[in-house]
């Protein structure tokens, strides 16, 4: 399989790193995921971004405008993500 090597990943997150900040935001992960769908689909991957999918750059919000609600749900889901990785549970 072609994601089976590390550097592959580098590549998908380099082309869809949009803001430069080698961090992935929430548009930037639904590129890089759209890209590797097309790619294990059959077409090959890009050396640059086309421009149609180059997403709109926006602020990620500050912590203090993150309601409470919406911040203990991103904690539950994180507190589940480390519990099934820790008993091994696939996602």
Do not use: C, W
């Not at 090597?5 to 992935?24: G, H, I, M, T, W």
Request: avoid cysteine.
């Amino acid at each position: 399989m072609f994601y089976t090597k590390p550097f592959v990943f580098y590549v998908f997150r380099n082309l869809a790193d949009v803001s430069n900040d080698n961090v992935l935001n929430v548009e930037e992960f639904v590129l890089a995921m759209h890209l590797i769908r097309k790619v294990r689909g059959g077409l090959s991957v890009p050396r640059s971004l086309p421009k149609h999918l180059v997403p709109v750059i926006t602020a990620p919000p500050s912590v203090d405008e993150i309601s409470d609600r919406d911040g203990e749900a991103y904690q539950n889901v994180f507190n589940k993500l480390s519990t099934d990785q820790i008993n091994g549970k696939k996602m």
